[in-house]
């Protein structure tokens, strides 16, 4: 909002207030007094036709001609009379009724209707002198009456409303009028010298614009007055000097640091190559450097299982061909679900979900992310089959547990990583999948997180080389058919019993198992371990372990 539409706001309606008080003021002066002289001229007549009325009467009494209705016509006749020649103009109107309303004598025509003649009566009945009013002949009337008691009448002097206001009426027009030219004329000079005023500041205004828009700050503000505001433009014109100065020198450091951005960004695009951008963002705030911290943590191990079948059939350039496409898939789909690549050894992935950041749902995205590698190997291995080559064979191993992570190393190589524990034996379950004839499993830890959104299935409680504590280990699918939703059920109801050491139970859930599904190797696999265990029972300490030794 300008500052000239803020004094028209200001002090418009301060001229407003002050015209319009004045201008109802006068107005209600002039009316009421406009009102009172034509209610004391109605009031004056109403008394002269009183009293002529009474002076009637009177001679009448005097000469005891009381008793005689010709006599006492004639007085009526002659007040009538009198009545008509008050009357000054054509909307006056004098007439006398009855009790009941009905006109006895009138100054001119006039029919009432019952509301009317029912509203005369009332007034009649009060005898009121009060000043009134009355519809008379379809026409609002102001009216003053008495009543006549030696008649029986009620007579009453009337004028029409809108002649007996007519004076107000113009008085109120003629008074708007000159209300609404004086707001208008204070209006236009309240403008005029507010642009007047104004003048220089919109004119510093407009050349700062004008600086804005052009970057020109060799423009300068012409001082108009030597007041305030022409000290205003005095130190614009100081101001934008020294502005003019300092963008000299700001352009001189823009233009390093624009430079060093570059090369910055330059850096950035080569490393986020090999490292995830989330840990330059940590590099770069922490000063080059990461502390380790401990976490819990999603690990995922992936290898080609047929790796040194191909790598033999394959010239070295075919391989890396071979491989960039592969890894592609691999890691665009684990970086897809959050997941950090950490490294390549050789044909496998290791990743892990959790760092450097961490979503509540870490567990349920690294099987998601597994499943998903195991989808997107079947499109990779459609196109190889199409092209001639042999099809790759992956295995995918999850853990979760309580690890090391953050950059590990020295100062003159680091790697942003993950130790601990629970990534060995990340690493020996996807050693494990030939085994089980599956291409994904994982850790019991994770199935306590992901049992209620994907569907699973327990394999087997092993215990991997260098261990003796054993681990259940399961895999997955995003969605299963009817048949096997129901083979797995069986399969898993069979676990259930193998563990409780109800072997015969078991051999009856896994045999159904595999007559929806015949070539289920773990169904088949479990039911001849079953049929062993149930001639020749293990020892009372046995946990359903099978110890694996090799990796």
């Known amino acids: 909002m300008s500052i000239r539409l803020k004094i028209v706001l200001i002090v418009v309606p301060l001229i407003v207030a002050t015209l319009a008080l004045t201008g109802v003021s006068s107005y209600f002066s002039a009316s009421n007094g406009i009102t009172r002289i034509a209610k004391d001229f109605l009031g004056f007549k109403s008394q002269e036709l009183q009293t002529q009325a009474e002076s009637q009467w009177r001679l009448l009494v005097d000469n005891n001609l009381t008793g005689k209705p010709e006599m ?14 008050i009357v000054r103009s054509a909307t006056e109107l004098i007439l006398a009724t009855g009790p009941d309303g009905a006109v006895r004598m009138s100054t001119s025509d006039v029919t009432l209707q019952p509301r009317e003649q029912e509203r005369i009566a009332a007034l009649a009945a009060k005898k009121s002198t009060d000043l009134v009013t009355v519809a008379i002949g379809g026409k609002d009337r102001v009216a003053q009456g008495f009543w006549f ?8 002097v009337t004028e029409e409303r809108a002649a007996f206001y007519d004076q107000v009426n113009q008085i109120a027009i003629r008074t708007g009028i000159i209300l609404v030219a004086a707001i208008l004329g204070g209006v236009i000079l309240v403008l005029f010298f507010s642009g007047y005023l104004t003048r220089p500041l919109r004119r510093v205004a407009a050349t700062m614009q004008d600086i804005i828009s052009t970057n020109d700050l060799s423009k300068r503000v012409v001082v108009e007055y030597h007041d305030e505001i022409g000290q205003l433009a005095q130190t614009f014109n100081i101001m934008v000097n020294g502005l003019d100065e300092a963008y000299r020198q700001i352009k001189a450091f823009a233009l390093k640091a624009a430079v060093a951005r570059m090369r910055e960004r330059k850096i950035k695009e080569v490393f986020r190559q090999y490292v995830p951008e989330d840990v330059i963002n940590q590099v770069q705030a922490n000063e080059s450097k990461v502390s380790g911290d401990e976490g819990i943590l999603s690990v995922m191990f992936s290898h080609i299982t047929n790796y040194a079948e191909i790598a033999t059939s394959l010239r070295p350039d075919e391989l890396v061909q071979s491989l960039e496409p592969y890894f592609r898939a691999m890691v665009d789909t684990i970086q897809a679900r959050g997941g950090m690549v950490d490294k390549y050894i050789t044909d496998a992935v290791m990743a892990f979900f959790g760092a450097p950041v961490k979503r509540e749902d870490d567990a349920l995205r690294s099987v998601m992310a597994g499943i998903e590698m195991t989808e997107a190997l079947r499109e990779f291995n459609k196109r190889r089959i199409t092209d001639g080559h042999t099809p790759f064979s992956v295995s995918v191993g999850i853990n979760r547990g309580l690890v090391t992570f953050g950059t590990i190393g020295t100062e003159t190589k680091m790697s942003y990583t993950v130790i601990g524990d629970p990534v060995n034996l990340a690493s020996r379950l996807s050693g494990l999948t030939k085994t089980y004839s599956q291409e994904l499993l994982f850790a019991e830890s994770l199935h306590r997180s992901v049992k209620d959104s994907v569907p699973c299935r327990l394999l087997d409680t092993v215990a991997v080389k260098g261990k003796k504590q054993g681990v259940k280990i399961y895999t ?22 193998y563990y409780d050491r109800s072997f015969s139970r078991a051999i009856g859930y896994f045999k159904d198992a595999l007559k929806i599904l015949p070539r289920d190797l773990m169904a088949a696999t479990l039911l001849e371990r079953s049929k062993r265990y149930e001639k020749n029972p293990p020892p009372p300490v046995w946990d359903g372990v099978e110890v694996m030794t090799h990796k």
């Open 476 to 497: 997955a699918r995003r969605d299963l058919s009817a048949a096997q939703r129901e083979a797995w059920g069986l399969h898993n109801l069979g676990m259930a019993e």
């Open 72 to 85: 006492v016509s004639a007085t009526q006749q002659a007040v009538e009379g009198y009545a008509r020649s």
């Open 149 to 156: 008691d030696p008649f029986g009448w009620y007579m009453v």
